[in-house]
Nanobody, 133 residues
Framework: QLQLVDSGGGSVETGGSVTLSCEASGLTSPVYALAWFRRAPGKEREGVACTSNFDHYSWYADSVKGRFNISKDNTRDGYKPLVYLHMGSLKPEDSGVYYC??????????????????????WGQGLQVTVSS
């Protein structure tokens, strides 16, 4: 049974940084794409960043470009991936619950749909990140 375990998060002041991590286990077929989404209070879940195990393309939402970086442990294969989200220059509007997500279909992050998250099949439990002003 697939499990995605998120870790990290917490409270930070404006301008600070936080790193989230997510590890998958129980996979019977390799994961192709790993992504982070977030849900702010009263808003829809939105994609933040995506990376693939099989190409070199990474996708970022416009609101986080230049501030966030998604990376993965390249010593891991697609059966037990470990992905990080390094978040810097944080703003209060970055606050919310952050979820990692994975998908086995072989579609590049470039072509995926990040509105709502229906393009991803497995999800972590979510981590609260609060940025205070």
């Amino acid at each position: 049974q697939l499990q995605l375990v998120d870790s990290g998060g917490g409270s930070v002041e404006t301008g600070g940084s936080v790193t989230l991590s997510c590890e998958a286990s129980g996979l019977t077929s390799p994961v192709y794409a790993l992504a982070w989404f977030r849900r702010a209070p009263g808003k829809e879940r939105e994609g933040v960043a995506c990376t693939s195990n099989f190409d070199h393309y990474s996708w970022y939402a416009d609101s986080v470009k230049g501030r966030f970086n998604i990376s993965k442990d390249n010593t891991r294969d697609g059966y037990k991936p470990l992905v990080y989200l390094h978040m810097g220059s944080l703003k209060p509007e970055d606050s919310g619950v952050y979820y990692c997500a994975s998908e086995r279909s072989q579609v590049s992050c470039y072509y995926r749909d990040y509105s709502g998250g229906s393009d991803f099949g497995s999800w972590g439990q979510g981590l609260q990140v609060t940025v205070s002003s």
